[in-house]
């Protein structure tokens, strides 16, 4: 019974900022569970190639959408060539993100914009393109990828928290009001995964600030361990479950 829940054949689905690290991971578990995955970063380039070809391996349809989501009217474009490619995005999975670490008294009014524009706004704006079809069809998933930074936040990264902060409230909004039309509307944070951003350097933390940062289970997390999330989220078997915030965090938002 689980398994036909999980089963995503015939589903479309479009995983932004998905060329690497948790993005990837979710393209290749949606894909490996029979959906369709568009594959999407800023350029479009070979990384993301790379990705649909792996995609294309598991025996589903694959293809690479390139948009710059910082760019003016990038969720129309996004959107236009998501139906091109592919008539109709069932699962939609915002993950791409713009984290710029700075301390609090030294962030710019242009590294706050850029933040919430990609992080927030863009968020924003995907759903209110893919959110209708979904909602006409009867079917729908919309993901969005948060941070464990919501519950406790670096404090080098106060604009970065607060648009996932953001984010999140916008689910609960959202997921209210799409639950009569089968859309679900989640927001899964992870803590720290082991991905190239996590190699990102940031501003030296207090110590008495870094001790409460601690992960309880004692190491950081691998991308596959959000990618089983967002399947079981994105599929049949999280049908029930709406406007959540799930942590896979290995403890650290407690």
């Given at each position: 019974?689980?398994?036909e829940?999980?089963?995503?054949?015939g589903?479309n689905?479009?995983?932004?900022?998905s060329?690497?690290?948790i993005?990837?991971?979710?393209?290749l578990?949606?894909?490996e569970?029979?959906?369709?995955v568009l594959?999407?970063n800023?350029?479009?380039?070979a990384?993301?190639?790379?990705v649909?070809?792996?995609?294309?391996?598991?025996g589903?349809r694959?293809q690479?959408?390139?948009?710059?989501l910082?760019q003016?009217?990038?969720?129309?474009?996004l959107?236009k060539k998501?139906i091109?490619?592919?008539e109709?995005?069932?699962?939609?999975?915002t993950?791409?993100s713009?984290?710029?670490?700075?301390?609090?008294?030294d962030?710019?009014?242009e590294?706050?914009?850029?933040q919430v524009?990609?992080?927030?706004?863009?968020?924003?704006?995907l759903m209110?393109r893919f959110?209708?079809?979904m909602?006409?069809?009867g079917?729908?998933?919309?993901?969005?990828?948060?941070?464990?930074?919501?519950e406790?936040?670096?404090p080098?990264?106060?604009?970065y928290a607060?648009?996932k902060?953001?984010v999140?409230?916008t689910v609960?909004n959202?997921?209210?009001?799409?639950?009569?039309?089968?859309v679900t509307v989640n927001n899964?944070s992870?803590g720290?995964i082991n991905?190239?951003?996590?190699?990102?350097p940031t501003?030296?933390?207090?110590?008495?600030?870094?001790?409460r940062?601690n992960?309880p289970?004692?190491s950081?997390?691998?991308p596959?361990?959000?990618?089983?999330?967002?399947l079981?989220?994105?599929?049949?078997?999280?049908?029930y479950?709406?406007?959540?915030?799930i942590f896979?965090d290995g403890?650290?938002?407690?």
């Amino acid at each position: 019974m689980i398994k036909e829940l999980l089963n995503l054949t015939g589903k479309n689905a479009l995983v932004t900022g998905s060329s690497q690290g948790i993005g990837q991971a979710i393209a290749l578990a949606l894909a490996e569970f029979g959906a369709n995955v568009l594959i999407h970063n800023r350029k479009g380039d070979a990384e993301a190639k790379d990705v649909a070809k792996q995609v294309r391996k598991k025996g589903v349809r694959s293809q690479v959408v390139g948009v710059d989501l910082l760019q003016k009217g990038a969720a129309d474009k996004l959107y236009k060539k998501a139906i091109d490619a592919f008539e109709s995005v069932d699962i939609l999975v915002t993950n791409a993100s713009v984290q710029l670490p700075v301390d609090w008294d030294d962030t710019t009014s242009e590294e706050f914009d850029r933040q919430v524009n990609a992080n927030w706004k863009s968020t924003l704006l995907l759903m209110q393109r893919f959110a209708p079809d979904m909602a006409e069809r009867g079917w729908g998933r919309i993901l969005t990828i948060g941070s464990v930074q919501e519950e406790k936040p670096h404090p080098a990264m106060i604009v970065y928290a607060g648009t996932k902060a953001a984010v999140a409230n916008t689910v609960r909004n959202l997921a209210l009001q799409l639950a009569d039309k089968n859309v679900t509307v989640n927001n899964l944070s992870p803590g720290v995964i082991n991905t190239p951003r996590i190699d990102e350097p940031t501003p030296p933390v207090p110590k008495r600030i870094s001790d409460r940062m601690n992960i309880p289970v004692g190491s950081a997390g691998q991308p596959e361990d959000v990618a089983s999330m967002a399947l079981l989220l994105c599929s049949d078997a999280g049908r029930y479950v709406t406007g959540q915030t799930i942590f896979v965090d290995g403890g650290m938002s407690l």
